[in-house]
């Protein structure tokens, strides 16, 4: 009988053992790399990088302009790889509310490639993809039955399922690709999981396999790293370390990425520049805007050494394009030739023209921006015939030494390309400097606080700012009270800030006042400071965090705590920072302010009043003014019982919404409010009504505070009663 018992036990103990089995098996991958190699003829090689997806099971239209437009760009490009650099699916409803993952748009995607490898005449296994964020919405743990990449993406058919990809091209030199899948292990739904997340294990293996090939190549090689997320989208491992002193240190040419997607901008681009006592090192980061609405592709070339690309809009079919691989553009693009380093120039033009039909003629120009763009030289360029494969390069012959200039954008070029129908197609003219100088343009605001600020550094300063603040407002305001509230000389300084014209008012002195009077109330200020103390340490709310029927999850300021993975923040987790940020900024601050206005008006009203009856101007058929809300002459019970239901209404309508200054602070309050209730129902439809509305911080206490606030600040019917002996 007992062994009967026991096999059920075993098995049910084995299952509740496999998300902490899952959770472990991808802290052990956090090291694992695939390696691939591939033979390239010659020196120059090219590839062709594609991002942000977002196959959907609502718009079709996405992998339908795959397999119609990027297929034949593919066979007239002929890369050496194609670089699918994550979110590949969108994993979103319709109204783009909450996140799921669809196997339909996985299996979408497949077909998608299929199709690609057929009508681009590629062979998939040069075909490398990762995840993004979106791939990884609601997935509980790698290898759950929601996780769809390990089924449907290239990686995993090739078997090259590793959170790195090593991607070696080998010729007369070396050319080293490194993949980086720095999304969540597991998956919290939208809109948190907006970060790359890379571990101390990872960072240290990325580090490792960039040195290894450094130190293990017989001829000169070049490294180019791809992820998903930018540098300013990455945060920190736990052990403080980031990629950007790696990729320095091992010297990297470029970061490719995507994740931000064209709408920002369509170059966002970045000089990182690495400086200490032993070294200094640079390398670029280049975001490409994404396929979902842009139909955004790039064609990156290395010619010994040295990076550059040109990007296209697919909205029509592939046509005629120019890629000049050397000498790159002075703005944007890596100069890393040691010759140029040491004083000897390259004397040579090439480029590489990617078209399906037959290309006649190639010339280059050079134009002097010193004297009017004129042409200082023109220069056919011959077409560089190989035995083994075809090779869409051309090249010329120059004095480079004719080009030295102060100036790194003083001497600009431009192609010219002839096809066998006549057609003519001219490149981007554009600055180069044959001495490798830089002339970094400079770049708009938008563009800088998107991809040069690192943001998990700015969350953490926004949200200590706003703590910080939150606690001074509470706090310093409170002691003052405090000190001065029986003083008698408070009083009449209070009395002389009312008293005093708008236009005379010291604004200091008014603010001191109002915050002072507004924290007057212990009972509201008990709760609010409560209230702040309870968001900075304990759950806001409860929710499914990680699929639509999973396991309940708690989010704290910190971050997401997901009980059966182990997972959870202690440091204050960016990935969060879309919910924290408009809630702390947009609904805490603004319920602590409005009411104290709410207890300042009505200390206001109560003074202007008493002063009023003091003079002896009190007009009691003056009912447009605020002092009018403090006159005798309510109806008594017994009359109020006598009005009509409709008076009863009209009577206690007014006694609450009282002057205008309280109409306008009630209104600023139903504004918060109804902030407030647009951020709850977002995150209900994210992760579950009914976790989300049970959660009181979120969704009750703003709006009960606010509630009591303006009840407990009501005229009172009897105004020889101080509203201070009310409300404390």
């Avoid at 100069?335 to 039909?357: A, H, P, Q, T």
Wanted: glycine content about 4%.
């Amino acid at each position: 009988m007992a062994s009967k018992l026991w096999r059920p036990l075993r098995i049910l103990f084995l299952l509740l053992l496999l998300p902490l089995s899952a959770s472990c098996t991808a802290a052990e991958d956090d090291a694992a790399v695939a390696r691939s190699s591939f033979h390239m003829d010659g020196d120059v090689a090219w590839v062709v990088q594609v991002s942000d997806l977002h196959i959907s099971a609502y718009h079709p239209d996405r992998a339908d302009d795959l397999v119609r437009l990027l297929g034949p760009a593919l066979r007239a490009i002929r890369p050496h790889l194609l670089i699918v650099s994550g979110d590949i699916t969108d994993a979103k409803n319709r109204k783009k509310t909450t996140s799921r993952q669809d196997e339909d748009e996985w299996i979408t995607y497949k077909k998608t490639i299929d199709a690609i490898v057929g009508k681009g005449c590629i062979d998939k296994r040069r075909i490398f993809d990762i995840r993004g964020n979106h791939d990884t919405y609601g997935v509980p743990y790698r290898g759950s039955k929601l996780d769809f990449f390990s089924t449907y993406s290239v990686s995993s058919q090739l078997d090259r399922l590793r959170t790195i990809n090593s991607i070696l091209l080998q010729g007369d030199r070396s050319y080293l690709f490194l993949g980086i899948d720095d999304t969540m292990s597991v998956g919290i739904r939208y809109p948190s999981n907006l970060f790359g997340n890379p571990t101390d294990k990872r960072i240290e293996a990325v580090n490792s396999e960039l040195q290894y090939w450094t130190s293990h190549s017989n001829v000169p090689i070049t490294k180019v790293v791809f992820g998903h997320f930018p540098m300013s989208f990455t945060s920190s491992s736990k052990g403080g370390q980031r990629y950007e002193s790696v990729f320095a240190r091992q010297s990297i040419s470029a970061y490719l990425c995507g994740h931000l997607h064209a709408k920002f901008s369509k170059e966002l681009w970045r000089y990182h520049q690495m400086k200490t006592e032993e070294l200094s090192s640079s390398f670029w980061e280049w975001e490409l805007g994404d396929w979902k609405e842009s139909r955004l592709m790039r064609i990156l070339a290395i010619d010994r050494g040295t990076v550059s690309f040109v990007d296209h809009e697919l909205k029509q079919p592939f046509e005629t394009s120019i890629l000049i691989t050397y000498p790159t553009d002075s703005r944007n693009m890596n100069i890393l030739e040691l010759e140029s380093k040491k004083g000897s120039l390259r004397n040579d033009i090439n480029v590489l023209v990617f078209s399906e039909e037959l290309i006649l003629n190639v010339s280059a120009r050079v134009f002097d921006s010193h004297n009017e763009f004129k042409i200082v030289e023109e220069m056919p360029l011959q077409h560089v015939s190989s035995s083994s494969v075809y090779k869409p390069l051309f090249h010329a012959k120059w004095n480079a030494e004719s080009y030295r200039s102060p100036s790194p954008t003083r001497y600009w070029l431009q192609v010219f390309v002839l096809d066998s129908h006549g057609k003519k197609t001219l490149s981007e003219r554009r600055p180069f400097s044959v001495e490798g100088k830089m002339a970094i343009p400079h770049r708009p605001w938008l563009n800088r606080l998107m991809f040069e600020v690192e943001w998990e550094a700015m969350y953490k300063v926004l949200l200590c700012s706003n703590l910080a603040f939150t606690l001074i407002l509470l706090f310093i305001p409170k002691m003052l009270y405090h000190v001065f509230k029986r003083s008698s000389s408070y009083q009449r300084w209070a009395l002389s800030i009312i008293a005093s014209p708008v236009q005379q008012r010291n604004t200091c002195f008014w603010l001191v006042w109002f915050l002072m009077e507004g924290s007057s109330s212990k009972m509201l200020w008990f709760s609010l400071t409560l209230y702040v103390f309870w968001i900075s340490q304990m759950p806001w709310f409860w929710g499914h965090a990680t699929s639509e029927n999973g396991e309940i999850a708690q989010m704290y300021l910190s971050g997401w705590s997901i009980p059966s993975s182990g997972m959870s923040w202690t440091n204050y987790n960016p990935d969060v920072m879309v919910i924290t940020l408009p809630f702390l900024y947009l609904v805490v601050i603004p319920v602590v302010v409005l009411a104290y206005g709410l207890f300042a008006e009505r200390s206001a009203a109560y003074l202007r009043h008493h002063r009023t009856r003091a003079e002896g101007r009190v007009n009691p058929a003056d009912t447009t003014s605020e002092s009018a809300s403090f006159l005798p002459g309510s109806p008594d019970p017994v009359s109020l019982m006598k009005l009509s239901y409709k008076n009863k209404i009209k009577f206690m309508s007014s006694k609450f919404c009282g002057g205008w200054t309280r109409r306008i602070i009630l209104l600023a309050c139903l504004i918060t409010a109804a902030i407030h209730l647009k951020l709850s129902s977002m995150l209900m439809s994210a992760y579950g009504s009914t976790p989300v509305v049970l959660s009181p911080p979120l969704t009750w206490m703003p709006l009960l505070l606010l509630s009591v606030a303006a009840y407990c600040t009501m005229p009172p019917v009897d105004y020889s009663i101080e509203p201070r002996t009310v409300h404390s």
